[in-house]
T-cell receptor
């Protein structure tokens, strides 16, 4: 059973537009929610992350919105640029401080294309 | 960039042969992970390690084994490779001290099993 569900699978946005990717989870033990960006031929790179004690986190053009009661979180890319074209993964990690510390459960990814 | 080196970067082999992938880190991080990435499945955890000689299974561990005899090296072995194990394999590392620390990924090994 997939722990984190991500949508859409692919997204096409015009330059300057807003890209929105959504994720949902069921496990209330999750307490760390990162987003990763991946370019072809490269490994995923951490983009931005949030904990459930805040509802929003912004870093430059990237914003995570978090809705704890709905168990949903989303990535917003403002003023999308062609250089943002990549695959984006959401993930979640449980609060367990034992051997599973830091274990991530990933969504299936969203391929973003930004047209110039 | 986090000091993670995966080797080899590309490998083609035949069904039934053993294959070992290596992940080497220079960050002295405690936690190391092996994932596989397949179209439509995202990243799935194979095995992970929380210290030297301490390993545990992930969600897709069947057909894979791992070893960690030194902090810096984490090996993934396919004892008898099958075509279903054709994939891109990523290693990740994390400091894992106190609260959750970010995972940093290597650039992957593309493995084709014919």
């Amino acid at each position: 059973q997939q722990q984190v569900k991500q949508s859409p699978q692919s997204l096409i946005v015009q330059k300057g537009g807003i890209s929105i990717i959504n994720c949902a989870y069921e496990n209330t033990a999750f307490d760390y929610f990162p987003w990763y960006q991946q370019f072809p031929g490269k490994g995923p790179a951490l983009l931005i992350a949030i904990r459930p004690d805040v509802s929003e986190k912004k870093e430059g053009r990237f914003t995570i919105s978090f809705n704890k009661s709905a168990k949903q979180f989303s990535l917003h890319i403002m003023d999308s640029q062609p250089g943002d074209s990549a695959t984006y993964f959401c993930a979640a990690s449980p609060a367990d401080r034992g051997s599973t510390l830091g274990r991530l459960y990933f969504g299936r990814g969203t391929q973003l294309t930004v047209w110039p | 960039d986090a000091g993670i080196t995966q080797s080899p970067r590309h490998k083609v082999t035949e069904t039934g042969t053993p294959v070992t992938l290596r992940c080497h880190q220079t960050e002295n991080h405690r936690y190391m992970y092996w994932y596989r990435q397949d179209p439509g499945h995202g990243l799935r955890l194979i095995h992970y390690s929380y210290g030297v000689k301490d390993t545990d299974k992930g969600e897709v561990s069947d057909g894979y084994s791992v070893s960690r005899s030194k902090t810096e090296d984490f090996l993934l072995t396919l004892e008898s490779a099958t075509s279903s194990q054709t994939s891109v394999y990523f290693c990740a590392i994390s400091a894992g001290q106190g609260s959750v620390q970010p995972q940093h990924f290597g650039d992957g090994t593309r493995l084709s099993i014919l």
